[in-house]
């Protein structure tokens, strides 16, 4: 018997954005369970938010999926795919640019554990110009991203940089 059950859709998400929110939803109709796994240790010397932080937000944004929930990790990702026993990594692409990157990290974890999977969602193209990096950069000089990310995002980077929501 062969088949795809519990996924794991690893990343920093520092912070959650909708082009992220976007390939979670697909996940969700494809597999039987998500598994949001936030990055605590990322080589990213400076995450804005943090862990815990982070994990709030995904926590809201999970809150109303009835197959996605939130966990953390720390070390190698085929670790954690190992221990939770899920047979998928989740990656999204947004654009040609993404594929050299994500291709060279699929064929380690393959390496390192062949019994993942890793499958790529594409977002959709409405969200290929999103990037946690540039609603940052954004959000640093006040802008409005609140049609970028889901709503705990947004509130949190307001909070970050001071920003007064405008209604
Ligand atoms: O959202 P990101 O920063 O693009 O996610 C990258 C992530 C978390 C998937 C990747 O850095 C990762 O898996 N890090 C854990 C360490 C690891 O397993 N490294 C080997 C593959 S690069």
Redesign the pocket.
Known sequence: MSGYGRAVF????DPFTNGHLDVLLRACKIFSEVRVAV?QN???QANLFSIGERMAILREVCAPLANASVDSFS????DYVREVQANVIV?GLRAVSDYEYELQ?AH??RQMYPEAETIFIMAATRWSYVS?TMVKELGSYGADVRKMVPAASARAIEAKFGIRSSP
Do not use: H, Q
């Open positions: 690893p990343g920093s998400f990055l990322s080589r990213k070390g190698l990702l085929v990656r990290i380690l974890n946690s």
